[in-house]
């Protein structure tokens, strides 16, 4: 595989790694009702921990620690391929699901279906969603001028 695949692979499971992870466990339960879902090997069980959130002054600046933030992680084996979930919050069931997901992306015979019947349909709720908040946002802007006095 040259480097343009790799990356192009990388950029992809990103992709739904990502969307993965800002799923919530019911649109995922939702959305995977009626997918056969194999059995796996569970290499790491789902665990809560934390972890240190970062910060950047007006955000480009130096970094921060702004805090920390509870995350629930998980590997799964599906034959020779490891799926991994690394999400937000304590729920130790989104964090399997999402693993098993990311394994069963990953094989070339599944991975479509699974993109058109969960992996998309999340991706475009989540964009409209963040459309809809910039939307709002933009509502309440306020422009401001100032009047130059004049001296003299």
């Known amino acids: 595989m040259d480097d343009l695949s790799t990356h192009s692979a990388q ?3 990103q992709h739904w790694m990502s969307v993965l ?8 339960a939702r959305l995977t009702e009626g997918i ?4 796996v090997d569970i290499i790491k069980p789902a665990e809560i ?5 970062e910060g ?4 480009g600046g130096r970094r921060f620690n ?3 933030a ?7 084996r599906d034959g020779e391929v490891l799926g991994y979930a690394y999400a937000l919050g304590r729920d130790k069931a989104k964090a399997l699901l999402c693993a098993r997901l990311d394994a069963l992306l990953q094989h070339e015979r599944r991975s479509a279906e699974i993109m058109a019947q969960v992996v998309t349909p999340l991706a475009q709720a989540q964009s409209a969603a963040t459309d809809l908040g910039s939307r ?4 309440t802007k306020v422009e401001f001028f100032t009047m130059v006095r004049g001296d003299g």
């Open 11 to 13: 950029s992809r499971r």
């Open 21 to 28: 992870a800002r799923a919530s466990f019911a649109d995922l």
């Open 36 to 39: 056969v879902l194999p059995e």
């Open 49 to 53: 921990g934390t972890l240190m959130v």
């Open 56 to 59: 950047r002054a007006g955000g």
């Open 66 to 68: 702004a805090g920390e």
């Open 70 to 76: 509870t995350l629930t992680r998980c590997i799964v």
């Open 136 to 139: 709002r946002a933009a509502a």
